[in-house]
C-alpha cells in the first residue's frame, strides 16, 4: 500500500472515485493494485478483459493509479504494469447543490439521457467544437455537467477549457 493521499480541489474528480466503487468489478480491481503492481493479464483473472480495460481508463483519467514497464523475461515483450498511486482520501472544494447533484448522477446512473448528451456531445467535438462553455451553453447544462461526464465516458477528456476525443486503442 502507497499511503499517498489523494486530495480532491474539484468536485469533477469524484466522477472516477464514484464509477470505480459503485462497480464492484470496478473496486475489486482497484483493491488488488493497492496491493501489488499488476498487469492486464493479472486483473484478467478477477474480471474479463473489457472490464479490466474500461477500468483502467477510468482509473487513469482519475490520476488514481500510476504505470510502468514490467521487465520481461528473455524472448518476452515488456507489458505495462498499474498500482493503485492513493491509500487515502480527502476532500477540499465547495460547488452549489445543482452541481453535486449532476455529478452524482452523472457518476452512479444508467439514465439513457446521458447517452444521447455524450453522443451529442462526441458530435460537436468531432464538428470542431471543443470549448467546454460553448457546448455546456448549447445544450443548456452547466460546464461541470460537461466536464463530469467527460471524466465518465472513456473516450472523453478533459484538456484545459476545451474537451478531446480520446484514442479508444489507449
Known sequence: MTGHIKIL?????????????????????????NKAWLTEDDLGVYAGTSTVAECLSILKKGN????????????????????????????????????????????????????????????????GTTSIGDISRKYGVSPTFIKGLAKRIPGLDVKGQGMVLLDRLH
Open 9 to 33: 480541489n474539484d468536485p469533477v474528480e469524484l466522477v472516477p472515485l464514484l464509477i470505480t466503487f459503485n462497480n464492484a468489478d470496478y473496486k475489486k480491481i482497484y483493491e488488488l493494485l
Open 64 to 127: 488514481l493509479i500510476e504505470e510502468q514497464w514490467r521487465m520481461p523475461k528473455p524472448g518476452e515483450k515488456p507489458t505495462k504494469e498499474y498500482r493503485a498511486t492513493y491509500s487515502k482520501f480527502r476532500a477540499s472544494f465547495q460547488c452549489s447543490m445543482g452541481d453535486i447533484g449532476d455529478l452524482l448522477h452523472i457518476a452512479v446512473s444508467n439514465d439513457e439521457g446521458l447517452r444521447t448528451i455524450v453522443d451529442s456531445v462526441e458530435q460537436e467535438i468531432v464538428a
